[in-house]
C-alpha cells in the first residue's frame, strides 16, 4: 500500500533465533501498529506506537518487542522466535480519521 | 477486553445478487465502525465506515447499517462482482485513541 513499506515480505527463521521485521511509513503518521494474522483469529493486536519512544502492549504482545526511534520507522522483534509466532505480521498507520492503513504484509515461518 | 464477532464465517453469492455480511460488537461506548475488504495475499483495505451517531451510511455499491440497541452492524454490497471475492472484516474503534479491535472475518465468494 502507498506510503508504508514492510521489510521483508517473506522470511523462514529457525526457532531460537531473533527476528526483526521493519515497517517503514512516508505519511508522518503519528500512530503505527503491529498486527498478527492468523486462520481462525483474525487480526490481534501485538504492540503499537502513539510517538517516537511510546509504544504500549497489545492482546498478544508476549515474546514481541518494539522500538520506534524516529515516526517513520516501527521495528518488531521476536527475541527468540517459536513456532507459534508462525503468522503473516501485518504494520498499519493511523491518520486523521480513526481508519487504519496497512502494509503488504510479512510472511514469517519458524521452522 | 471487548470483542467484535462475526455471524457467519463463510457466504457465497450469485454475481449479482446482493451481499450481506454481518458483524455483532460488545463494547457500547464504542464510536467508530470500519469495515476492511482482504484480497488474497494482501494488506485489508478500507471501505467504508461509520461513527455512532449514525444509522447508515452508502459508498459506491456498499452500506454499512449500524444498530446500536442490539450492538449490531452489517455490510451490505450491491450487485456483487467477482471482484468482491474477499475476506470482509468489521473493526471496533473503543473510544478515543484505543486501537481497532477486528472480528475474525467472513469470506465472501461470488459464484458466476
Known amino acids: 500500500d502507498a506510503g508504508i513499506t514492510q521489510s521483508p515480505r517473506h522470511k523462514v527463521t529457525e526457532t531460537g533465533t531473533p527476528v526483526t521485521l521493519r515497517c517503514h511509513q512516508t505519511?508522518?503518521?503519528?500512530?503505527m501498529y503491529w498486527y498478527r494474522q492468523d486462520p481462525g483469529h483474525g487480526l490481534r493486536l501485538i504492540h503499537y506506537?502513539?510517538?517516537?519512544?511510546?509504544?504500549d502492549k497489545g492482546e498478544v504482545s508476549d515474546g514481541y518487542s518494539v522500538s520506534r526511534s524516529k515516526t517513520e520507522d516501527f521495528l518488531l522483534t521476536l527475541e527468540s522466535a517459536t513456532s507459534s509466532q508462525t503468522s503473516v505480521y501485518f504494520c498499519?498507520?493511523?491518520?486523521?480519521?480513526?481508519?487504519?492503513?496497512f502494509g503488504s504484509g510479512t510472511r514469517l515461518t519458524v521452522v | 477486553g471487548e470483542s467484535v464477532g462475526l455471524h457467519l464465517p463463510t457466504l457465497s453469492v450469485q454475481e449479482g445478487d446482493n451481499s450481506i455480511i454481518n458483524c455483532a460488537y460488545s463494547?457500547?461506548?464504542?464510536?467508530?465502525f470500519i469495515w476492511y475488504k482482504q484480497e488474497s495475499g494482501k494488506g485489508p483495505q478500507f471501505i467504508i465506515d461509520?461513527?455512532?451517531?449514525?444509522d447508515k451510511r452508502q459508498g459506491q455499491r456498499v452500506t454499512v447499517l449500524l444498530n446500536k440497541t442490539v450492538k449490531h452492524l452489517s455490510l451490505q454490497i450491491a450487485a456483487t462482482q467477482p471482484g468482491d471475492s474477499a475476506v470482509y472484516f468489521c473493526?471496533?474503534?473503543?473510544?478515543?485513541?484505543?486501537?481497532?479491535?477486528f472480528g475474525k472475518g467472513t469470506r465472501l465468494s461470488v459464484i458466476a
Open positions: 473493526a471496533d474503534s473503543g473510544t478515543g485513541n484505543t486501537p481497532l479491535v
Open positions: 463494547n457500547s461506548a464504542s464510536d467508530y
Open positions: 506506537s502513539y510517538g517516537v519512544k511510546d509504544t
Open positions: 505519511e508522518n503518521h503519528r500512530y
Open positions: 498499519a498507520t493511523r491518520g486523521d480519521r480513526k481508519g487504519y492503513t
Open positions: 461509520i461513527r455512532s451517531n449514525m
